[in-house]
């Protein structure tokens, strides 16, 4: 056959799906690399009937992996955000959903030797410059697919997979605070007003209160993308605190959300997460780690707005139109400021087909 073919596997990634790459297999061109991407995936097409992607935002995902020249790593992986209705690829932004599938993909490419009962797969991220550690449950030399622990958003239940986000703050500006502030003000065109905390830790994100936009908190996905004015104001605060943050907004960077005080006791704060200007349908793993860290800042909304049932531990329960979700911060305070060590969440992962994309 002529036509040009490229060897990738599917997996599920959390609550993400995506395709996965041998860095090897593709340019190192990432000009090349969007041509090829936007091919296989069949975008722009918000159905992508002529490609690979989901028709979502959360299935319209790529990670590029390899072999990592860094002492510090096994491997690294590059993410990429396809994009449905224009012929773009962001680059700038992390997966922390589809970074669960790259242990395995690693460990059953034959790129990281398996150990079982877990095997601790070390991984850079290019996107963010960061490290992270995914323990991986393996079996016979292969990452292990069942398992009895469960995600809300996936069905049935999968191998535990915990990820572990090492020093994540600064991923994308350098400081965990981009302003410098736990909290800064942001006037739109109009003369409205609203008050934001930008926080960089795995991503950038734009954390605002709920009830100061009018909301409860609690909309869901169907409810929020068919509300198109709050959809507009909500993207002209994410553009202007963006230009606070010293960074030059894309459609998938900086992250923004609005968040609430819960009103039962299984969360610790109810959190709704866009991108692209749409509600995501569970949660941003990356979105955990800064959610988590924003949690644990003095002075920051999610620190305001989180119950009391746990705030002297590093567990925030986080209340998604999934679920809950589980995200673990350590953090201390140095010279008067906070320093996060780590963040930590759970996730599966598993292989669903491995082949060739024909462009």
């Known amino acids: 056959m002529s036509t040009e073919s490229i060897r990738c596997s599917i997996y599920r990634g959390g609550t993400s799906k995506g395709v996965l790459f041998r860095e090897n297999d593709l340019p190192s061109s990432q000009a090349e690399r969007t041509r090829i991407l936007l091919r296989i995936f069949g975008s722009p097409d918000l159905k992508q009937i002529d490609g690979l992607g989901g028709a979502t935002m959360q299935t319209s995902k790529a990670m590029i992996v390899g072999r990592s ?38 460990i059953n490419e034959g790129m990281v030797r398996a150990s079982e009962p877990v095997t601790p797969v070390r991984i850079y991220s290019t996107n963010a410059k960061k490290y992270v550690t995914a323990h991986v449950p393996v079996n016979n030399g292969k990452a292990l697919v069942h398992g009895d622990y469960s995600i809300p958003g996936v069905p049935g239940t999968g191998a535990r997979i915990e990820l572990e986000w090492m020093d994540p703050a600064g991923s994308i500006t350098g400081k965990l605070l981009p302003t410098g502030n736990p909290t800064d003000e942001v006037s ?12 960089d830790a795995g991503n950038v994100t734009v954390f605002l209160d709920a009830h ?42 900086p992250k923004v959300g609005f968040f609430a005080t819960p009103q039962t006791t299984d969360m610790d704060i109810v959190a709704r997460l866009m991108s692209a200007q749409l509600m995501h349908k569970s949660y941003m793993g990356a979105g955990a780690v800064c959610t988590s860290a924003a949690a644990a800042i003095d002075g920051t909304i999610p620190n305001r707005l989180r119950a009391e049932l746990t705030k002297q ?44 994309a024909y462009l």
């Not at 609690?218 to 963006?242: C, G, L, Y």
């Open 69 to 106: 020249a860094d002492p510090q790593a096994d491997v690294q992986m590059t993410f990429a955000q396809i994009s449905l209705k224009d012929p773009t690829v962001d680059w700038d932004s992390v997966c922390g959903n589809m970074t669960s599938a790259v242990g395995p993909f690693a």
């Open 188 to 199: 739109l065109p109009d003369g409205r007003k609203f008050t934001v905390s930008i926080v």
């Open 212 to 253: 100061e936009l009018g909301l409860h908190g609690t909309e869901t996905p169907s409810e929020f993308d068919q509300n198109k004015k709050m959809q507009a104001t909500i993207e002209e605060i994410r553009s202007v605190a963006a230009d606070l943050a010293g960074m030059k907004a894309s459609p998938g960077m």
């Open 313 to 356: 531990s590093g567990l925030v329960r986080i209340g998604h139109p999934a679920g809950v979700m589980d995200s673990t911060v350590k953090a201390h305070r140095h010279n008067g400021s906070m320093v996060i060590e780590s963040a930590s969440f759970s996730r599966t992962a598993r292989p669903i087909m491995e082949g060739f």
